[in-house]
């Protein structure tokens, strides 16, 4: 048995680094651009479209006012149809990545509403067009809070993921749920804590890390 | 070389609508700098944002160098705002960005090529020498040498216009000179034409050719800077001059005067005079021929546009008739002597 619960842990924690990464990518490729959307989109932006503006409004604060765990339920179907299953590891993807990207679109279009109006307006009094607006001002400009807010996002995720083991999505959490809370073995339970905290501390510091190099410009 | 045609801008809201630019016709010859001076709200930073299309015009043309931007097509827009600089108030460096790179913006987007960049660029440092910090951040420049990038990087892709919007409201005096001088050589070496908007009378005074006084939309006012200063017209622009020549460190007029004649009183007179007939010989020679005292209560001698001028007040000591004589041959200068009976000493 001991032997045995080194490997299951470390099983349970490559399927769990495995969700995070994955549903977050997922989210971050889905996101972000949602978030330029809704930013570019409001009425003194660059591109004002009110009935854009608004639907996606609505849609991504919908998305982001559903509990995780009712979400992962409801859309157990559309998790078939995709996925083919609704347990396991790849089928908790749907569930992480459908709730983490209304999150991340409103953290991309709160980072880029932060960029200054007077950078966009200087891009536009040197002929740049929309999209050059968006690659060589507001992403760039922005990039320090978005580092910030995906870090956020990942974070978010380890807590989700453990959550979608509670319904057969593996990982740490379903490890803990099976053995720590149904057949009484604190052991594995205080080893799964542990190995959560430090998952967090570790995105945590990488996200610092990443964001300080970006600062460069800010603080000195 | 800029060229406005009854350019009107209003800003709609759902109860009030605001006429920001009210039927503005102006012309700007090529190599010149063209100042326009107005108090807050008067207009300034909408007129100056419509001229390169930064804000639509809801009516009129603006025509650069020929080109009516309001015919072109999106592409033609963006090709024609490539030629025309612009600096603001507060900068707008992308943070981001290191000097280098905040100069190349313009180029990367024109599409130029890694070696061309770099050579422009260079040169760009050069000119506003600002060599030594090519690799540092906006956050590690002084509000001077911000304005200098600014002012490279607006130059990057060869405009013929360049456009400043306030760009040294935000910098304390020194570097305001500095930076005007700057724009002064620049306007020089490049043959750029210079259109700005302040609402410093020291700008105007020290590197502006013509100027324009804008109030609630309309230009009510324009000359060349000597005139305007010799022969302000409005009230408005007779304020801008009074005030500045006030604002300098000049003893205070030592002597009450009130506005009525009384018999036997002194006249104050105002003085301002332009080019080489500056003050002090003119007027003692003037004196001595129609035999009269001046005493000298306020002198200030400014250099305005590269010119010599003048700015006194006097006390004249002498009979009615005579100094009646002493002023009204002083107007036979007109072009260059301005006098201006204050009023009489009490
Ligand atoms: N985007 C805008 N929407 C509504 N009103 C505006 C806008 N921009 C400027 N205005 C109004 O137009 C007038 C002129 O403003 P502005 O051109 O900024 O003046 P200045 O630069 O001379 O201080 C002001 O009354 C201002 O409130
Ligand atoms: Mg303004």
Same mark, same amino acid.
């Given at each position: 048995?001991?032997?045995?619960?080194?490997?299951?842990?470390?099983?349970? @924690?490559?399927?769990?680094?495995?969700?995070?990464?994955?549903?977050?990518?997922?989210?971050?490729?889905?996101?972000?651009?949602?978030?330029?959307?809704?930013?570019?989109?409001?009425?003194?932006?660059?591109?004002?479209?009110?009935?854009?503006?608004?639907?996606?409004?609505?849609?991504?604060?919908?998305?982001?006012?559903?509990?995780?765990?009712?979400?992962?339920?409801?859309?157990?179907?559309?998790?078939?149809?995709?996925?083919?299953?609704?347990?396991?590891?790849?089928?908790?993807?749907?569930?992480?990545?459908?709730?983490?990207?209304?999150?991340?679109?409103?953290?991309?279009?709160?980072? =880029?509403?932060?960029?200054?109006?007077?950078?966009?307006?200087?891009?536009?009094?040197?002929?740049?067009?929309?999209?050059?607006?968006?690659?060589?001002?507001?992403?760039?400009?922005?990039?320090?809070?978005?580092?910030?807010?995906?870090?956020?996002?990942?974070?978010?995720?380890?807590?989700?993921?453990?959550?979608?083991?509670?319904?057969?999505?593996?990982?740490?959490?379903?490890?803990?749920?099976?053995?720590?809370?149904?057949?009484?073995?604190?052991?594995?339970?205080?080893?799964?804590?542990?190995?959560?905290?430090?998952?967090?501390?570790?995105?945590?510091?990488?996200?610092?890390?990443?964001?300080?190099?970006?600062?460069?410009?800010?603080?000195? | 070389?800029?060229?406005?045609?009854?350019?009107?801008?209003?800003?709609?809201?759902?109860?009030?609508?605001?006429?920001?630019?009210?039927?503005?016709?102006?012309?700007?010859?090529?190599?010149?700098?063209?100042?326009?001076?107005?108090?807050?709200?008067?207009?300034?930073?909408?007129?100056?944002?419509?001229?390169?299309?930064?804000?639509?015009?809801?009516?009129?043309?603006?025509?650069?160098?020929?080109?009516?931007?309001?015919?072109?097509?999106?592409?033609?827009?963006?090709?024609?705002?490539?030629?025309?600089?612009?600096? @603001?108030?507060?900068?707008?460096?992308?943070?981001?960005?290191?000097? @280098?790179?905040?100069?190349?913006?313009?180029?990367?987007?024109?599409?130029?090529?890694?070696?061309?960049?770099?050579?422009?660029?260079?040169?760009?440092?050069?000119?506003?020498?600002?060599?030594?910090?090519?690799?540092?951040?906006?956050?590690?420049?002084?509000?001077?040498?911000?304005?200098?990038?600014?002012?490279?990087?607006?130059?990057?892709?060869?405009?013929?216009?360049?456009?400043?919007?306030?760009?040294?409201?935000?910098?304390?005096?020194?570097?305001?000179?500095?930076?005007?001088?700057?724009?002064?050589?620049?306007?020089?070496?490049?043959?750029?034409?210079?259109?700005?908007?302040?609402?410093?009378?020291?700008?105007?005074?020290?590197?502006?050719?013509?100027?324009?006084?804008?109030?609630?939309?309309?230009?009510?006012?324009?000359?060349?800077?000597?005139?305007?200063?010799?022969?302000?017209?409005?009230?408005?622009?007779?304020? =801008?001059?009074?005030?500045?020549?006030?604002?300098?460190?000049?003893?205070?007029?030592?002597?009450?005067?009130?506005?009525?004649?009384?018999?036997?009183?002194?006249?104050?007179?105002?003085?301002?005079?332009?080019?080489?007939?500056?003050?002090?010989?003119?007027?003692?020679?003037?004196?001595?021929?129609?035999?009269?005292?001046?005493?000298?209560?306020?002198?200030?001698?400014?250099?305005?546009?590269?010119?010599?001028?003048?700015?006194?007040?006097?006390?004249?000591?002498?009979?009615?008739?005579?100094?009646?004589?002493?002023?009204?041959?002083?107007?036979?200068?007109?072009?260059?002597?301005?006098?201006?009976?204050?009023?009489?000493?009490?």
């Amino acid at each position: 048995m001991p032997t045995n619960i080194w490997g299951l842990l470390l099983q349970a @924690f490559a399927e769990t680094v495995y969700m995070v990464f994955a549903a977050g990518i997922i989210s971050f490729v889905i996101g972000i651009p949602i978030g330029i959307l809704l930013c570019i989109s409001d009425k003194n932006h660059i591109a004002p479209n009110p009935i854009v503006n608004q639907c996606l409004a609505t849609v991504v604060n919908i998305g982001r006012s559903i509990p995780f765990i009712i979400l992962m339920v409801a859309i157990i179907p559309v998790t078939r149809w995709i996925t083919g299953t609704s347990i396991g590891t790849t089928a908790a993807l749907v569930p992480l990545a459908v709730s983490a990207i209304p999150f991340v679109a409103k953290i991309a279009e709160n980072a =880029f509403k932060q960029v200054a109006h007077g950078l966009l307006e200087t891009g536009k009094s040197m002929g740049a067009s929309n999209w050059q607006l968006i690659f060589y001002i507001l992403l760039p400009e922005s990039r320090v809070a978005l580092i910030n807010g995906l870090t956020l996002t990942l974070v978010t995720l380890v807590s989700f993921s453990a959550m979608a083991g509670a319904i057969g999505g593996g990982g740490l959490g379903d490890l803990a749920i099976r053995y720590g809370y149904q057949r009484f073995n604190s052991f594995i339970m205080i080893i799964t804590v542990v190995i959560l905290v430090g998952l967090v501390q570790i995105i945590q510091l990488l996200g610092n890390k990443l964001s300080s190099i970006y600062n460069l410009g800010k603080h000195q | 070389m800029i060229e406005l045609i009854n350019l009107y801008k209003s800003y709609q809201s759902k109860d009030n609508s605001v006429i920001a630019v009210n039927g503005i016709n102006l012309n700007v010859a090529a190599g010149k700098i063209f100042g326009i001076i107005g108090l807050s709200g008067a207009g300034k930073s909408t007129l100056i944002r419509c001229v390169n299309f930064l804000e639509k015009p809801s009516s009129g043309e603006v025509v650069i160098n020929g080109k009516y931007l309001s015919q072109l097509s999106n592409s033609e827009l963006h090709q024609t705002q490539q030629k025309i600089g612009m600096i @603001f108030q507060h900068f707008n460096l992308l943070n981001s960005r290191t000097v @280098f790179a905040n100069i190349a913006l313009p180029l990367e987007l024109a599409g130029s090529s890694k070696q061309d960049i770099n050579l422009k660029v260079n040169s760009l440092l050069q000119l506003v020498d600002l060599t030594d910090k090519k690799n540092n951040y906006p956050s590690q420049l002084s509000g001077g040498q911000k304005q200098r990038v600014a002012i490279a990087r607006a130059l990057a892709n060869d405009p013929e216009v360049l456009l400043c919007d306030e760009a040294t409201s935000a910098l304390d005096p020194q570097t305001t000179d500095a930076i005007l001088s700057l724009l002064k050589q620049i306007n020089n070496k490049l043959n750029i034409t210079i259109l700005l908007i302040t609402h410093e009378m020291e700008v105007v005074k020290n590197i502006c050719d013509q100027v324009a006084v804008i109030d609630q939309g309309k230009i009510i006012e324009a000359s060349t800077v000597e005139n305007f200063f010799l022969n302000p017209q409005t009230q408005l622009a007779q304020n =801008f001059v009074r005030t500045f020549c006030n604002e300098k460190p000049m003893p205070e007029i030592s002597v009450e005067f009130q506005p009525q004649y009384s018999e036997g009183k002194n006249l104050i007179v105002r003085l301002t005079f332009v080019g080489n007939k500056v003050a002090e010989p003119l007027v003692t020679k003037l004196a001595k021929k129609f035999n009269i005292d001046v005493s000298i209560l306020q002198a200030d001698i400014e250099t305005v546009n590269e010119k010599t001028m003048g700015f006194l007040v006097v006390e004249l000591y002498g009979d009615k008739q005579k100094t009646t004589e002493f002023i009204d041959h002083l107007a036979t200068y007109e072009t260059s002597v301005k006098a201006e009976v204050l009023g009489y000493a009490n």
